[in-house]
């Protein structure tokens, strides 16, 4: 019995301490202090607290670290199924507007044809209207020259039955055996004869042209209903498919290639990056352009977690204050919907080519992400600017369909510029933290504190 007893006191103690230590490990402040634990795990002569906090400090690292795992896994899993998505509504796009193209020549065509079928038709009828004042002219002229040939009232009858005529064989059948057309001039029943004549094919003529201008209306019609119906299907792919941007851009937002060498170049220019002075105030990408979409959502919906201005391709693009290049990415030429250039070149995916500066105003520290640029324009990574400097040039790079600017920012807090590349390095993500597709909209300074992500209209006042 007492053995017994002992059993389920050590079940108990060992059911205690493990609740305790889930209710440590949910209660600490590991996320809240993590460079205090660093610090303190990292230090020599721990006392049996300190190393039990440890321990505990080291699960919980490990445990956001399978988590990630986890997350990154599924995220390719995703990302997979929506791009074999997107490739396809791409292809009904890129289909779409071959037929668009083909549809608007074609209707070109024929809206040329429609034109001169009506400048045909005009002409014809003014022609027309001359043509019968002709033969009511000749025909005046045929009554008098019979009224004065045939003095006697018994003649009048036939005069009404003369100008009936309908055609020259017409008019000599109704003439010949009139006494009265004996003395009238010959020549006159001629021209007469020969316009009505004349009249008449005109007028079948322009009977042919409006039965053809009515069918080439109908194709007409016909061809722009298509072009519309082809316009509207292939506008909503692009509007799903912006819906979904956000969501598709958020799978490219770690670096994939040349880490390396990007640490050796951000490293050599440590010296020069201490002597960066903080900026007074923001300086705007451009002033040039229009703003076409605004930021944390569309207009017709779906996530957008940046501000896009459009102006002229190879527009200067200009560095919002003193600072570093923390990324480049060159080498995509111009966009199309569903591009995912970008991504292969260690960037945002279908950000096409971009930059990302680190900068300093105010003493606190930014990262400003640009994309969409011009092919050869990005300046280097680890190149140290001035606010307004040209760091590169607009252009339309990768999941893009016009020349245009997308610009983010990053709050990032009151750290050194050194100290926080370095803990970048160790984990570069290109949204610094602040997360990507919905997830960014949890992320938003308005908020929570840094890392945390600023609307672009209102830090450099749009």
């Known amino acids: 019995m007492y053995k017994k007893l002992i ?3 050590l079940v108990l103690a060992l059911s205690l301490l493990q609740v305790f230590s ?3 490990f949910a209660n600490n402040d590991f996320e809240t202090n993590s460079q205090y634990y660093d610090k303190l795990c990292k230090g020599d002569n721990l006392n049996e607290s300190d190393k039990a906090m440890c321990k ?6 490990k445990n956001i670290q399978d988590e990630l795992q986890n997350d990154l896994e599924q995220n390719e899993l995703d990302r997979k199924k929506i791009a074999n998505n997107i490739e396809q509504e791409v292809k009904k796009i890129k289909e779409y507007d071959k037929q668009i193209e083909i549809l608007q020549v074609e209707n070109a065509t024929l809206t040329s044809e429609i034109a001169v079928l009506k400048t045909e038709i005009n002409d014809k009828q003014a022609e027309i209207k001359i043509k019968e004042k002709q033969v009511i002219q000749l025909q005046n002229k045929v009554k008098q020259r019979v009224i004065e040939s045939q003095k006697t009232m018994r003649v009048n009858k036939y005069i009404d039955f003369i100008m009936g005529a309908k055609s020259f064989t017409d008019l000599i059948k109704r003439t010949t055996g009139l006494n009265a057309t004996i003395n009238y001039d010959e020549q006159t029943r001629i021209d007469l004869a020969d316009t009505i004549e004349y009249l008449n094919e005109i007028k079948a003529a322009l009977l042919i042209d409006k039965d053809t201008l009515d069918n080439k209306l109908i194709q007409l019609q016909d061809k722009q209903n298509k072009l519309e119906k082809l316009k509207n299907d292939s506008l909503m792919i692009k509007e799903e498919y912006i819906k979904k941007e956000a969501e598709i851009e958020a799978k490219g937002n770690q670096i994939a290639g040349n880490i390396e060498d990007i640490k050796n170049k951000l490293y050599q220019n440590f010296e020069s990056i201490d002597d960066i002075e903080s900026s007074t105030a923001f300086t705007k990408p451009t002033t040039a352009g229009r703003i ?7 207009n017709n919906g779906g996530v957008h977690l940046g501000l896009d201005i459009a102006a002229p391709s190879g527009t200067p693009i200009k560095a919002a204050g003193n600072g570093v290049i923390l990324k480049s990415v060159d080498g995509c030429g111009v966009g199309y919907i569903g591009s995912d250039c970008g991504e292969n070149q260690g960037g945002t995916y279908g950000g096409g080519n971009q930059v990302y500066l680190l900068t ?7 990262a400003i992400k640009y994309i969409h640029l011009l092919k050869g324009s990005p300046i280097d990574v680890a190149t140290v600017v001035k606010a307004g400097d040209t760091i590169g040039k607009m252009g339309s790079s990768g999941n893009s369909t016009g020349s245009h600017l997308h610009v983010e920012v990053f709050k990032l ?5 050194n100290e926080y590349i370095d803990s970048w390095l160790k984990n570069p993500l290109l949204h610094f933290d602040a997360k990507s597709g919905e ?5 938003l300074c308005s908020i929570k504190g840094p890392p945390c992500r600023e609307k672009p209209e209102v830090i450099f006042g749009y």
């Open 292 to 298: 076409t979409a605004n930021t944390w959502a569309y």
């Open 7 to 9: 059993n389920i006191s």
């Open 22 to 24: 889930i209710n440590v």
């Open 413 to 417: 807090g009151t750290m050194n510029p």
């Open 439 to 443: 997830a960014g909209l949890n992320n």
């Open 56 to 61: 505990l400090y080291g699960d919980y690292l």
């Open 360 to 366: 300093q105003v105010n003493n606190i520290l930014y």
